[in-house]
Protein backbone atom coordinates (compact mmCIF):
# COMPACT_ATOMS: atom_id res chain seq x y z
CA UNK A 1 0.00 0.00 0.00
CA UNK A 2 1.16 3.29 -1.31
CA UNK A 3 1.47 6.84 1.38
CA UNK A 4 -0.59 9.05 0.78
CA UNK A 5 0.71 11.76 -1.10
CA UNK A 6 -0.82 15.53 0.14
CA UNK A 7 -1.11 17.95 -2.75
CA UNK A 8 -0.71 21.78 -1.92
CA UNK A 9 -2.05 24.31 -4.26
CA UNK A 10 -2.79 28.05 -3.58
CA UNK A 11 -3.99 31.71 -4.40
CA UNK A 12 -2.49 34.65 -3.23
CA UNK A 13 -3.72 34.11 0.00
CA UNK A 14 -5.16 30.89 0.19
CA UNK A 15 -3.43 27.33 0.60
CA UNK A 16 -5.27 24.22 -0.04
CA UNK A 17 -4.19 20.78 1.24
CA UNK A 18 -5.51 17.72 -0.79
CA UNK A 19 -4.67 14.53 0.68
CA UNK A 20 -7.10 11.43 1.90
CA UNK A 21 -6.84 11.77 6.13
CA UNK A 22 -8.42 15.06 5.44
CA UNK A 23 -12.08 16.65 4.20
CA UNK A 24 -12.74 15.94 0.38
CA UNK A 25 -11.99 18.90 -1.54
CA UNK A 26 -14.67 20.11 -4.42
CA UNK A 27 -13.61 21.82 -7.05
CA UNK A 28 -16.36 23.81 -8.48
CA UNK A 29 -17.48 22.69 -12.10
CA UNK A 30 -19.83 25.21 -13.23
CA UNK A 31 -17.76 27.85 -14.93
CA UNK A 32 -17.40 25.73 -18.09
CA UNK A 33 -18.82 26.92 -21.23
CA UNK A 34 -18.14 23.41 -22.83
CA UNK A 35 -20.31 21.77 -20.16
CA UNK A 36 -23.09 24.28 -19.46
CA UNK A 37 -24.94 25.73 -22.25
CA UNK A 38 -25.32 29.37 -20.44
CA UNK A 39 -22.30 29.86 -19.84
CA UNK A 40 -21.19 29.77 -23.24
CA UNK A 41 -23.73 31.69 -23.95
CA UNK A 42 -23.09 34.72 -21.61
CA UNK A 43 -19.48 34.70 -22.56
CA UNK A 44 -20.56 34.94 -26.57
CA UNK A 45 -22.30 38.02 -25.98
CA UNK A 46 -19.59 39.56 -23.42
CA UNK A 47 -21.46 39.05 -20.18
CA UNK A 48 -19.43 38.17 -16.96
CA UNK A 49 -21.79 38.51 -14.59
CA UNK A 50 -22.53 34.97 -14.83
CA UNK A 51 -19.04 33.85 -14.04
CA UNK A 52 -19.38 36.33 -10.95
CA UNK A 53 -22.35 34.61 -9.57
CA UNK A 54 -21.22 30.60 -10.22
CA UNK A 55 -18.05 31.73 -8.49
CA UNK A 56 -19.47 33.45 -5.49
CA UNK A 57 -21.97 30.49 -5.20
CA UNK A 58 -20.08 27.49 -5.60
CA UNK A 59 -17.23 28.96 -2.88
CA UNK A 60 -20.52 29.94 -0.56
CA UNK A 61 -21.37 26.42 -0.99
CA UNK A 62 -18.01 24.31 -0.13
CA UNK A 63 -16.21 24.59 -2.95
CA UNK A 64 -12.32 24.74 -2.29
CA UNK A 65 -11.31 25.77 -5.67
CA UNK A 66 -12.82 26.48 -8.82
CA UNK A 67 -12.16 25.02 -12.27
CA UNK A 68 -12.14 27.70 -14.94
CA UNK A 69 -12.70 26.59 -18.84
CA UNK A 70 -13.31 29.25 -21.24
CA UNK A 71 -13.88 27.25 -24.34
CA UNK A 72 -16.08 29.19 -26.57
CA UNK A 73 -15.49 28.06 -30.26
CA UNK A 74 -13.93 30.66 -32.17
CA UNK A 75 -13.10 32.63 -29.38
CA UNK A 76 -9.54 33.94 -28.92
CA UNK A 77 -9.27 31.43 -25.58
CA UNK A 78 -5.73 33.15 -23.88
CA UNK A 79 -7.82 36.13 -23.81
CA UNK A 80 -10.99 34.66 -23.06
CA UNK A 81 -9.27 32.43 -20.29
CA UNK A 82 -7.39 34.99 -19.03
CA UNK A 83 -10.30 37.19 -18.54
CA UNK A 84 -12.70 34.72 -17.16
CA UNK A 85 -9.90 34.29 -14.66
CA UNK A 86 -9.78 38.07 -14.08
CA UNK A 87 -13.64 38.03 -13.16
CA UNK A 88 -13.14 35.58 -10.78
CA UNK A 89 -10.25 36.97 -8.73
CA UNK A 90 -12.67 39.59 -8.39
CA UNK A 91 -15.14 37.99 -6.05
CA UNK A 92 -13.32 35.05 -4.82
CA UNK A 93 -9.52 33.91 -3.94
CA UNK A 94 -9.97 30.28 -3.73
CA UNK A 95 -7.18 28.59 -5.84
CA UNK A 96 -8.13 27.80 -9.50
CA UNK A 97 -7.71 24.43 -11.27
CA UNK A 98 -6.79 25.81 -15.23
CA UNK A 99 -8.75 23.48 -17.48
CA UNK A 100 -7.94 24.27 -20.93
CA UNK A 101 -6.62 21.82 -24.17
CA UNK A 102 -4.92 24.61 -25.52
CA UNK A 103 -1.26 25.30 -24.81
CA UNK A 104 -1.37 29.14 -25.63
CA UNK A 105 -4.24 29.72 -23.62
CA UNK A 106 -2.57 27.56 -20.59
CA UNK A 107 0.36 29.22 -20.87
CA UNK A 108 -1.34 32.80 -20.76
CA UNK A 109 -2.84 31.78 -17.43
CA UNK A 110 -0.09 30.53 -15.65
CA UNK A 111 1.55 33.72 -16.82
CA UNK A 112 -1.47 35.50 -15.04
CA UNK A 113 -1.70 33.40 -11.93
CA UNK A 114 -0.57 34.45 -8.70
CA UNK A 115 0.27 31.10 -6.34
CA UNK A 116 0.25 27.50 -7.10
CA UNK A 117 -2.26 26.26 -9.71
CA UNK A 118 -3.83 22.69 -10.71
CA UNK A 119 -3.93 22.86 -14.61
CA UNK A 120 -6.20 20.56 -16.24
CA UNK A 121 -5.23 18.91 -18.01
CA UNK A 122 -2.36 16.20 -19.62
CA UNK A 123 -3.01 13.22 -20.62
CA UNK A 124 -0.59 10.40 -21.98
CA UNK A 125 -0.36 11.22 -25.38
CA UNK A 126 3.03 12.08 -26.41
CA UNK A 127 1.99 15.46 -27.88
CA UNK A 128 0.46 16.42 -24.75
CA UNK A 129 3.05 15.36 -22.37
CA UNK A 130 5.90 17.15 -23.82
CA UNK A 131 3.99 20.56 -24.36
CA UNK A 132 2.21 20.80 -21.23
CA UNK A 133 4.90 18.85 -18.41
CA UNK A 134 7.01 21.86 -19.21
CA UNK A 135 4.47 24.05 -18.72
CA UNK A 136 3.58 22.98 -14.93
CA UNK A 137 7.49 22.58 -14.26
CA UNK A 138 8.19 25.91 -15.24
CA UNK A 139 5.70 27.49 -13.38
CA UNK A 140 5.46 24.94 -10.36
CA UNK A 141 2.03 23.84 -10.79
CA UNK A 142 0.14 21.12 -10.17
CA UNK A 143 -1.28 18.80 -12.86
CA UNK A 144 -4.19 16.78 -13.39
CA UNK A 145 -3.10 13.52 -15.57
CA UNK A 146 -6.19 11.47 -17.41
CA UNK A 147 -6.01 8.07 -18.17
CA UNK A 148 -5.82 8.19 -21.79
CA UNK A 149 -3.43 7.69 -24.19
CA UNK A 150 -2.57 7.86 -28.00
CA UNK A 151 -4.64 4.48 -28.39
CA UNK A 152 -7.61 6.10 -26.47
CA UNK A 153 -9.47 5.33 -23.26
CA UNK A 154 -8.28 1.87 -21.76
CA UNK A 155 -10.95 -0.30 -20.80
CA UNK A 156 -9.86 -1.77 -17.89
CA UNK A 157 -8.94 -0.53 -14.82
CA UNK A 158 -5.02 -1.79 -15.35
CA UNK A 159 -4.58 -0.14 -18.33
CA UNK A 160 -5.96 3.03 -17.25
CA UNK A 161 -3.44 2.61 -13.85
CA UNK A 162 -0.65 1.58 -16.34
CA UNK A 163 -1.21 5.05 -18.02
CA UNK A 164 -1.09 6.96 -14.81
CA UNK A 165 2.39 5.19 -14.14
CA UNK A 166 3.61 6.72 -17.28
CA UNK A 167 2.17 9.95 -16.74
CA UNK A 168 3.87 9.91 -13.48
CA UNK A 169 7.35 8.90 -14.30
CA UNK A 170 7.26 11.25 -17.41
CA UNK A 171 6.59 14.16 -15.10
CA UNK A 172 9.05 13.25 -12.56
CA UNK A 173 11.85 12.75 -15.28
CA UNK A 174 10.90 16.82 -15.68
CA UNK A 175 10.84 17.18 -11.84
CA UNK A 176 7.65 17.15 -11.23
CA UNK A 177 6.77 14.91 -7.90
CA UNK A 178 4.19 12.65 -8.14
CA UNK A 179 2.35 14.46 -5.00
CA UNK A 180 1.77 17.20 -8.00
CA UNK A 181 0.12 14.93 -10.02
CA UNK A 182 -3.37 14.29 -9.62
CA UNK A 183 -4.82 11.59 -11.31
CA UNK A 184 -8.55 11.73 -12.84
CA UNK A 185 -9.74 7.86 -13.83
CA UNK A 186 -12.44 9.20 -16.14
CA UNK A 187 -15.77 8.85 -15.24
CA UNK A 188 -17.19 8.24 -18.61
CA UNK A 189 -21.22 8.22 -19.08
CA UNK A 190 -23.38 5.22 -17.37
CA UNK A 191 -25.98 5.89 -20.07
CA UNK A 192 -23.73 4.97 -22.92
CA UNK A 193 -21.72 1.88 -20.73
CA UNK A 194 -22.87 0.66 -17.63
CA UNK A 195 -19.67 -0.82 -16.92
CA UNK A 196 -18.47 2.84 -16.81
CA UNK A 197 -18.80 3.70 -12.45
CA UNK A 198 -17.26 -0.02 -11.83
CA UNK A 199 -14.62 0.88 -14.03
CA UNK A 200 -13.76 4.18 -12.49
CA UNK A 201 -13.91 2.92 -9.16
CA UNK A 202 -12.12 -0.06 -9.58
CA UNK A 203 -9.47 2.03 -11.09
CA UNK A 204 -9.24 4.91 -8.27
CA UNK A 205 -8.09 1.79 -5.82
CA UNK A 206 -5.68 0.53 -7.79
CA UNK A 207 -4.63 3.93 -8.14
CA UNK A 208 -4.39 4.10 -4.18
CA UNK A 209 -3.11 1.34 -3.57
CA UNK A 210 0.10 1.39 -6.44
CA UNK A 211 0.83 5.31 -6.31
CA UNK A 212 -1.02 7.19 -3.30
CA UNK A 213 -1.58 9.84 -5.52
CA UNK A 214 -4.59 12.29 -5.05
CA UNK A 215 -7.33 11.88 -7.40
CA UNK A 216 -10.10 14.18 -9.17
CA UNK A 217 -12.95 13.17 -11.63
CA UNK A 218 -15.87 15.09 -13.62
CA UNK A 219 -17.86 13.47 -10.88
CA UNK A 220 -20.91 14.64 -12.76
CA UNK A 221 -20.30 12.78 -16.29
CA UNK A 222 -21.31 9.55 -14.94
CA UNK A 223 -24.90 11.01 -15.20
CA UNK A 224 -25.40 12.22 -18.48
CA UNK A 225 -28.35 11.58 -20.42
CA UNK A 226 -29.93 9.82 -17.24
CA UNK A 227 -32.94 11.43 -15.61
CA UNK A 228 -32.96 12.57 -12.15
CA UNK A 229 -29.12 13.10 -12.45
CA UNK A 230 -28.53 14.42 -8.48
CA UNK A 231 -29.81 11.25 -7.46
CA UNK A 232 -26.68 9.17 -9.17
CA UNK A 233 -24.04 11.96 -8.48
CA UNK A 234 -24.70 11.44 -5.05
CA UNK A 235 -24.26 7.40 -4.54
CA UNK A 236 -21.79 7.61 -7.10
CA UNK A 237 -19.44 10.69 -5.44
CA UNK A 238 -19.65 9.00 -2.04
CA UNK A 239 -18.75 5.61 -3.47
CA UNK A 240 -15.84 7.06 -4.83
CA UNK A 241 -14.94 8.88 -2.17
CA UNK A 242 -14.75 5.63 -0.02
CA UNK A 243 -12.06 4.03 -3.33
CA UNK A 244 -10.35 7.12 -2.75
CA UNK A 245 -11.14 10.20 -4.59
CA UNK A 246 -9.78 12.85 -2.72
CA UNK A 247 -10.79 15.99 -5.23
CA UNK A 248 -13.86 15.59 -7.30
CA UNK A 249 -14.94 18.03 -10.27
CA UNK A 250 -18.49 18.54 -9.37
CA UNK A 251 -21.28 21.21 -8.50
CA UNK A 252 -21.36 21.90 -4.83
CA UNK A 253 -24.99 24.04 -5.64
CA UNK A 254 -26.93 20.14 -6.03
CA UNK A 255 -27.63 19.63 -2.61
CA UNK A 256 -27.89 15.69 -2.79
CA UNK A 257 -24.07 15.95 -3.75
CA UNK A 258 -22.95 18.10 -1.59
CA UNK A 259 -24.81 16.27 1.66
CA UNK A 260 -23.46 13.34 0.05
CA UNK A 261 -19.82 14.25 -0.22
CA UNK A 262 -20.29 15.74 4.06
CA UNK A 263 -21.54 12.15 4.97
CA UNK A 264 -18.73 10.49 2.99
CA UNK A 265 -16.39 12.66 4.85
CA UNK A 266 -18.46 11.64 8.26
CA UNK A 267 -18.91 8.31 7.63
CA UNK A 268 -14.75 8.02 6.76
CA UNK A 269 -13.77 10.00 10.19
CA UNK A 270 -12.40 13.20 8.13
CA UNK A 271 -15.04 15.85 9.78
CA UNK A 272 -14.35 15.83 13.66
CA UNK A 273 -17.22 16.10 16.21
CA UNK A 274 -19.21 16.66 12.68
CA UNK A 275 -18.48 20.37 12.78
CA UNK A 276 -18.84 20.45 9.00
CA UNK A 277 -21.61 18.76 9.16
CA UNK A 278 -23.18 20.28 11.52
CA UNK A 279 -22.06 23.75 10.03
CA UNK A 280 -23.34 23.02 6.64
CA UNK A 281 -26.66 22.17 8.46
CA UNK A 282 -26.96 25.31 9.90
CA UNK A 283 -26.31 27.12 6.80
CA UNK A 284 -29.02 25.56 4.89
CA UNK A 285 -31.51 26.04 7.71
CA UNK A 286 -30.37 29.83 7.63
CA UNK A 287 -30.61 30.06 3.79
CA UNK A 288 -34.23 28.24 3.67
CA UNK A 289 -35.62 30.43 6.55
CA UNK A 290 -34.31 33.77 3.65
N1 LIG B 1 -12.09 15.49 -15.93
C1 LIG B 1 -11.36 16.60 -15.79
N2 LIG B 1 -11.86 17.83 -16.08
C2 LIG B 1 -13.12 17.95 -16.56
C3 LIG B 1 -13.92 16.80 -16.72
C4 LIG B 1 -13.37 15.54 -16.40
N3 LIG B 1 -13.62 19.18 -16.86
C5 LIG B 1 -14.89 19.31 -17.52
C6 LIG B 1 -15.86 18.22 -17.08
N4 LIG B 1 -15.22 16.95 -17.18
C7 LIG B 1 -16.32 18.48 -15.66
N5 LIG B 1 -17.22 19.60 -15.66
C8 LIG B 1 -18.58 19.46 -15.86
C9 LIG B 1 -19.32 20.61 -16.01
C10 LIG B 1 -20.70 20.54 -16.15
C11 LIG B 1 -21.32 19.30 -16.18
C12 LIG B 1 -20.58 18.15 -16.03
C13 LIG B 1 -19.19 18.23 -15.89
C14 LIG B 1 -22.80 19.22 -16.33
N6 LIG B 1 -23.39 20.34 -16.89
C15 LIG B 1 -24.77 20.70 -17.10
C16 LIG B 1 -25.59 20.49 -15.84
O1 LIG B 1 -25.16 21.03 -14.82
O2 LIG B 1 -26.62 19.84 -15.84
C17 LIG B 1 -25.32 20.16 -18.40
C18 LIG B 1 -26.40 21.01 -19.14
C19 LIG B 1 -26.11 22.46 -19.45
O3 LIG B 1 -26.30 23.31 -18.54
O4 LIG B 1 -25.75 22.83 -20.59
O5 LIG B 1 -23.42 18.25 -15.97
O6 LIG B 1 -14.02 14.49 -16.50
N7 LIG B 1 -10.11 16.49 -15.32
Known amino acids: MAENLTTVISSKTQTVEINR ?5 IIGERINPT ?17 REDATS ?20 PALLQQVMRTVLEVTDVPL ?16 YEGKALVNSVNGEERALGVVLPLVQEYGAAVIGLCMDDDGIPE ?11 IIE ?16 LALTMGADSNAGRVALETIELLVEEFGVNITMGASNISFGMPDRKYINAAFIAMAIR ?25 MGRDDYGML ?5 RQREKAAQG
Not at 21 to 25: G, R, V
Not at 97 to 112: F, G, K, R
Not at 156 to 166: D, F, H, N
Open 277 to 281: WIQAY
Open 21 to 25: AKPTI
Open 35 to 51: GRKKVLKALQEGDFEMV
Open 243 to 267: AGLTCPITNPLVTEVITAVLAADLS
Open 97 to 112: CIDTADPEALEAALSL
Open 58 to 77: QVAAGAAVLDVNAGVPGADE
Open 170 to 185: RAGALGIPPEDVVIDP
Open 156 to 166: TPEQRLAVAGM
